[in-house]
């Protein structure tokens, strides 16, 4: 069992008495992380921040139910992640999917009778390849766009033990699995984004 950090009792006490200057630096500290576990579920920013502020409302009146069985800020981020998946659920029930081929004109689609009716006529255009070393900016686009490839389940493992910094025991008590299932989804996601990287420097080395 993993033991409540010895300032988590005075932050409890803090929140529980109503002392609003330690909440608001807890939303100052807490939020930027909550934003990013919250993204990975919804893809909009403004639907992540009504996530956050929900989160902080369901812990201000879940508070008394907190039993110091992990960190505070693993519990948070706990309820940050159940309402982050809910509201990515809704979403994905209410988005219609598929291209919509009215936006597109009729040459860009292959025929009725082809092989492969409807797909794309025209593959991607290349882009031209730099003969340069890649600059850091560049690199750190090519990661964040293999993270946000990632399975969801993956996403949220790499987000809070490579992009938060937490141990593993509280990563895995923040998403409700285990010490296994927590190593295993690590691995195939840093793999994963590792092979991104490792592709995109083959692709643009000079020719």
């Not at 290349?126 to 686009?141: D, F, K, M, N």
């Not at 409700?176 to 643009?204: M, P, W």
Request: hydrophobic letters at 45%.
């Amino acid at each position: 069992m993993v033991s409540t950090p010895p300032d988590d009792a005075s932050l409890v006490r803090s929140l529980r008495e109503g002392e609003e200057a330690v909440f608001a630096q807890l939303v100052d500290r807490w939020g930027p992380a909550m934003l990013r576990v919250a993204l990975v579920h919804v893809h909009n920013r403004a639907v992540a921040e009504e996530v956050v502020q929900e989160a902080w409302l369901t812990v201000l009146r879940d508070l008394a139910r907190f039993e110091g069985r992990s960190a505070l800020r693993t519990w948070v981020l706990g309820i940050v992640i159940n309402l982050a998946r809910s509201r990515g659920r809704a979403e994905r029930r209410s988005t219609p999917t598929g291209l919509d081929a009215s936006l597109f004109s009729a040459d860009r689609f292959r025929a009725l009778g082809d092989p492969w009716p409807r797909h794309w006529a025209i593959g991607p255009t290349p882009w031209p390849t730099p003969e340069q070393e890649l600059l850091a900016g560049e690199t750190r686009r090519v990661i964040l766009r293999a993270v946000a490839a990632l399975p969801p389940t993956q996403r949220e493992v790499l987000v809070l033990r490579d992009i938060e910094g937490l141990p593993a025991d509280e990563a895995c008590s923040a998403l409700a699995i285990g010490e296994t299932n927590q190593r295993v989804l690590l691995h195939r996601a840093r793999s994963r984004v590792r092979k991104a990287i490792e592709d995109y420097f083959h692709a643009t080395e000079p020719t």
